[in-house]
Structure formats: C-alpha cells, structure tokens
C-alpha cells in the first residue's frame, strides 16, 4: 500500500515514538510492536520499519534500531584540538564527535555558534586542514573562537533538548576504562563502526559519558582498541583483510552481485588502476605479468556492467587504460570471457569517440559469442543511427529485452508501413532477387515526419548512455518534488520533459551530433543542422483546424504553424510551452509540450530568453503540479 505523504509521515511519527518507548528493537520486534498498536497489516509495518528514514535512528552492532535523540539526550562528548583546528577554526567530526551530532541541525548552540559543514566524500581542503578520507562533516567556527582555548584542550558537545551545545571543557575530565564494555561489543577477530559500538555502551551504561570525559579516542586506546576511520577494532586487527571484504561488500550490494561476481569486478578495476600510471609505451612490458585470474564472472552480462559503471565511476577514469586491461584479458580468455573483455573496450572506445574501433570491438564481441546481448544491443544502435532499419529490428530481435523497447516499436511500426503488401522473407519489390528484409526492407525512403522522429529518437539513444545518467537523474529529481508517490520516480526519468530538456537546454543534442554524427545519414545531418536554431518557446491555441490540425502562434515571434493535434486535443485560448523544429517545408513539435496558464506566460517567456539552465526550465514548468494555495506561497 502506497499512502499519501501526509499520511505517511503521520504513521511514521507514530511508529518511531513506539521505538523511544520500547527500543532498541530489532527490525521483526518493531514489526510486532506496530501490529499490536494497529498500525496498518504486516506488509504496511514492514514498510514503515524498513523505509524509516528519521535522522534519529541509529542501529546497534547487534542489528537492533534505536532512537538516537532519547539515548542521547544529556550526554557529553569530547574532542582535543589539534594545531591545525585551532589555526583554521575547522574542527574534523571524527570517531570524537561524530556519534553524538546526528542531528539535522545546521549549527551548534554555544562558543560562537559553529556550524556543521559537508566536507565531501573525498579528501578536502577548509583553512589550509588536509581532511582524512573518512572525514564527511566539519565544525566551522571563527578561529578566534579556538586561538585563545589553544592546541590540545578539550571541548565538548552536550546534547540538550535535542539541540547540540558546543563548550570548552574547564573542568578535569574522567577517564572511564571501557576495556570491558569494548571487549563484549568487539568479539576478537572483528570490526565494526565506531557509532554503532559506542551507542551500545551508552545503552548499556546510562551514567557513561554524562559528564567531560576524556575523547572517545584516546579512551579507546588506553582499553587496547585502535579506531581507523569508522571502524573500531582490538589492537592487531588485519585491517587490509578487512578493507578487501568490506570493499568486496560494497561492490555486492552496489551491484547485486555475488561474491565471485565482485571479486571480478574489483580485479578488473584494480588492474586499470594500476594501468593508469604506466605510460602507453611501457603497458605491454607492465602486462606480461599480469594475470586473468578472478575474473571468470565475467560471463554474466550483469558482470561485466558493473565493470564497466564502476570503473566509469573513477574520476580519473582512462579509457585508454580500460582498452589495454581488455585487451590484455580478451588475449587469455574462454570464448564467453572474450565476448565480455570485447565489450569493454568497446565500452571505453565509445567514451573515447573512437566510434570506428568501438564497433568493431562490438562486433569481435558478437562473433566470439553470438548471444553476448549487451554488444548486440550496443551494435543495434550503430545500425540504428546509420539508418539501416532492418539490421536494427533484425539485431535487437536476439536480444532479451530489444523487442520491447521504445526504439523497436516505433522502428517496426515504420518498416511495416514501408511496404506492408510485402512479409519480411518476400522476395524485395524492386527485382533484386533477394528477399524484402535484406534489400529495401526500412530503407525505401522516408517521410520528412518519420525521420525528424527517428533523428529525435536517436538523440535519446544516445543519453540513455551512462554519462548522462548524472543529468537526466538530476532534472528528474527536480521534476519529481511535484510528483505525489515514489512508484512514480521511474516514470519521472522517462518523462517527456525531462528527456527534452536534457536534449536542448542540457545540451545532449549537441553532444549526439558531435560523438555519432559520423554515423548519420546525410539526409539526418542536413535535418539536425536545422534544428539547432529551435528554440523552445510558448504558444497560444488560436483555433482547432479541420480535421486533426491545431494552429499555434508562437507568443515570441508572432508566427503560426498548423500542426498535427495530439491524443488530448487543445482548446482555442489555451497555451503550451514546447519546441518547433523544422521538418521538411512543414514544422512539428518535437519531445514535451506543457500546459501553461495564460497569467505565467509572460515570465515564462522571460525565462526562456535569459538562457535559463534546465533545471530552472524543468522547476517552472513543474510547479503547476503543486496545489494552488502551496503554488503561490513565498517559498516556492
């Protein structure tokens, strides 16, 4: 059951104030918790428990949900000041400091009022502080604040109310031994993160930490414990082993990938790395002793995908470095193995705007193993970009999901009105003697309306790629705060608005016509050329033709097109937001084409002519989503 937001936060609310109550609880003890209060049936409780998403919920070493605002509240920790803190008024939320400031809250009550900052995933520089990779939230105060306190003293943060308070410590803080405590949360052998273990000994001990206490860190170390980033360990854990299954982990959930499926993934990732820093003409010397092995997981498509997305995930990702791994394994492969390394740099070709060498990557993939779907479909859009309609149909046919994709139906729906008289395995009209699906099969000739789709459609191809994921994601995030449901975030990444935006204002047209334009007939390049002076525009309904026409008058120019009508026929005096291209001696409108009301028009059409970004396009035009009385409050 899908319930409204309202309706949601309001159960859930009242679900977390049972975990306050009666926690910690594990996932099913919550569960039967909600079904004694009536919260909904079982699937509903188990939805609200798994999809909790308050900042105050935290989980112990042992699986159980806890509330963090009520085992918090009144407690006390401490961090020593480092000489770089003291100089730049940035103080890392480290193990010290980062299991008490779960809190939302943007800044901290007390000694100047810091504020909590993002200090990004990545090492990053705040006031000349070189930030360990761990480190994602920072305390920003004035260093005037820190200068007089000076390098090694204490400050605390006490959780009141809810609200953090930041302090300087005066008083002589205790030095609890918490080598016990440790040892029952920290079996010997093992890890775990250092959040997790110290909300257990809060838990355990309601007088621990309600008072000044030496840091966390430094009480750690005196019990015979190292804390390393997040995780907190016995002294003489085997870190690198940890940091190899825990990586291992990571690429299992990313994926949804078995163990063998992520070591592959890792191996793979791991030789390009390393291939990274070797110049070009020293790669071949570098790879004689390199191995295939770990990588025979390779055969599963899903495989070789998550290769290919995590490697392109890689800031410094080369894809020069990616063909040489591929290559070097595709050389001392099994068949299958050879059609997945193939593949890959094909893959990396493309990225490259090698178009040439990545085909044929693709198509060594496909005649090492004629079933290796990810190259055919790769393939399917070379011949589709290339105009050859029957080799399109012909190869996403031997691919699981090609049949029902959007650019098989509208290809088909084309090829069948080319000479429908004729089956595929006719012999072709024109006298060749071969049959209708080799010959002319889709390449008789097409309307100016059939190939400004097919251009539009190819375009789509194009940045459904992975690196406009990123951008498509983002409009569709945008698009989607008007949107009521979750089970609606699929639709949003295909919304009409979001693929046009991406294509125009985005520039993902641009960038189709530069890396495949090669590929293009002359008749599709003579036709993009055209379109690249569209400009999205708004237009008035001023009558409903004859027939299935409407006439628009573009409020910009003051020129009016008759166009075909859509499914939802407009009404005089209304009015769309949309792009006209031209098409032949006619014009159509191409991608999404939005209602707007008569009273926004004109900002509208202010906006478009200040070279608005996307986002600010998609925001406007998403607005109307909202109720009226929310539309025209301030903040919106």
């Given at each position: ?9 309001s159960?859930?609310d009242r ?9 910690p ?9 909600l079904l004694?209060?009536?919260l909904?049936d ?6 609200l ?5 308050s ?6 070493p ?11 509240e ?6 020593r000041?480092?000489?770089?803190e003291?100089a730049?008024?940035?103080v890392?939320v ?6 008490i ?13 810091a ?21 994602e ?8 604040q820190l ?6 003293s204490?400050?605390?943060v006490?959780?009141?109310n809810?609200?953090?308070r ?6 002589t803080?205790?030095a609890p031994?918490?080598s ?8 010997s052998g093992s890890?775990?993160?250092?959040d997790e ?9 309601p ?7 030496l ?9 015979g414990?190292v ?12 870190w ?8 291992i982990r ?6 949804q990938?078995?163990n063998?499926?992520?070591y592959?993934v890792?191996?793979?990732?791991v ?5 990274r820093?070797?110049p ?5 010397a570098?790879l004689r ?7 025979q ?5 899903d495989?070789?995908?998550?290769a290919?997305?995590?490697?392109t ?6 894809p020069s470095?990616v ?8 050389a ?7 059609a997945a390394?193939a593949w890959?740099?094909g ?6 705007d090698?178009i040439?060498l990545a ?11 004629p ?9 399917a ?9 029957a080799r ?7 691919t ?24 595929r395995?006719?012999?072709c009209?024109c006298?060749?003697g071969?049959?209708?699906k080799i010959?002319?099969?889709?390449n ?6 059939d190939r400004a789709?097919l ?5 789509i191809?194009?940045?459904e790629?992975?690196d ?16 009521e ?11 009409p ?6 294509l ?13 334009g ?15 002076d569209a400009r999205r525009?708004?237009?008035e ?8 026409t409407v006439?628009?008058?573009?409020l910009?120019?003051g020129?009016?097109?008759t ?7 407009a009404a005089?005096?209304e009015?769309?937001?949309?792009r006209?291209?031209?098409v ?6 191409v ?11 004109a900002?509208?059409?202010r906006?478009?002519d200040?070279?608005?970004d996307?986002?600010?396009?998609i925001?406007?035009?998403s607005v109307?989503?909202?109720p009226?009385?929310?539309r025209?409050?301030?903040?919106v």
């Open positions: 059951m899908i319930y409204r937001r309202e309706v949601a936060d159960l859930s679900a977390f104030d049972l975990l306050r109550t009666h926690g609880l594990r996932d099913e003890e919550w569960v039967a918790l004694r209060e009536r909904g079982r699937l509903e409780a188990l939805d428990v798994q999809n909790c998403d900042p105050a919920l935290g989980m112990l042992d699986g159980r949900n806890i509330a963090l605002d009520t085992l918090l009144g407690r006390v920790l401490t961090h000041l480092t000489r770089a003291v730049s008024g940035v890392a480290d193990a010290d400091l980062g299991p400031l779960w809190t939302e809250d943007t800044s901290l009550e007390g000694l100047g009022g504020r909590v900052g993002f200090a990004g995933l990545g090492s990053e520089v705040f006031g000349g502080q070189r930030l360990e990779d761990h480190v939230e920072v305390l920003m105060l004035d260093p005037s200068t007089p306190l000076g390098v090694g204490l400050i605390a006490t959780m009141t809810g609200v953090p930041l302090r300087a410590v005066s008083e803080p205790s031994d918490l016990a405590a440790l040892e029952a949360h920290l079996p890890a775990h993160e250092v273990v110290l909300w257990a000994l809060l838990h355990a001990d007088a621990l930490c309600t008072a000044p206490a840091p966390l860190s430094e009480l750690v170390a005196a019990a414990f804390v390393r980033g997040i995780h907190i360990a016995r002294t003489g854990f085997d690198d082993e940890f940091d190899a299954e825990m990586e990571v690429v299992m959930a990313q994926y990938l078995d063998d499926g992520a592959a890792l191996t793979f990732a030789l390009v790395r390393a291939l820093a070797v070009s003409t020293q790669r071949a570098f002793d390199a191995g295939v092995a770990g990588i997981a390779f055969s599963d498509p495989v070789a995908m998550a290919y997305l995590e490697i995930d890689d800031p410094d990702y080369d470095a063909i040489a791994a591929a290559e070097h394994l595709r001392r492969s099994t068949t299958t193995l050879a390394t890959l740099a893959k990396a070709a493309e990225d490259d090698l040439a085909e044929q990557y693709f198509q060594d993939a496909t005649t090492a193993d079933h290796w779907e990810p190259a055919t479909s790769d393939l859009r070379y011949a589709f970009d290339r105009g050859d309609l399109t149909i012909a190869l996403l046919d031997r699981t999901q090609g049949p029902s994709t959007p650019t098989y139906l509208i290809v088909q729906a084309i090829i069948a009105a080319d000479h429908p008289d004729l089956d395995n006719d012999r009209w006298g060749s071969r049959k209708y010959c002319h099969l889709g008789s000739g097409l309307s100016m309306p789709r251009l539009y459609l190819k375009a191809e194009h940045c790629q992975v406009w994921w990123p951008v498509r994601q983002e409009l569709a995030e945008i698009r989607s705060e008007h949107w449901t979750d089970e609606e975030w699929l639709a949003v990444l295909h919304d608005l979001v693929v046009d935006v991406m125009d204002e985005c520039g993902g047209f641009e960038d189709f016509l530069r890396r495949r090669e590929l293009l007939p002359e008749a599709d390049l003579s036709l993009a050329e055209r379109w690249r525009s708004v237009f309904v001023e009558s409903a033709g004859e027939g299935d006439v628009l008058r573009d910009r120019t020129d009016r097109h166009v075909p009508a859509d499914a939802s026929t005089a005096g009015f769309y937001c949309g006209m291209v031209p032949g001696a006619g014009m159509m409108l991608g999404s084409v939005e209602e707007v009301e008569a009273d926004r028009c900002e509208l059409l906006l478009l200040s070279d608005a996307g986002a600010d396009v925001e406007f035009l109307r989503e909202l009226e009385s929310v025209e409050s301030p903040e």
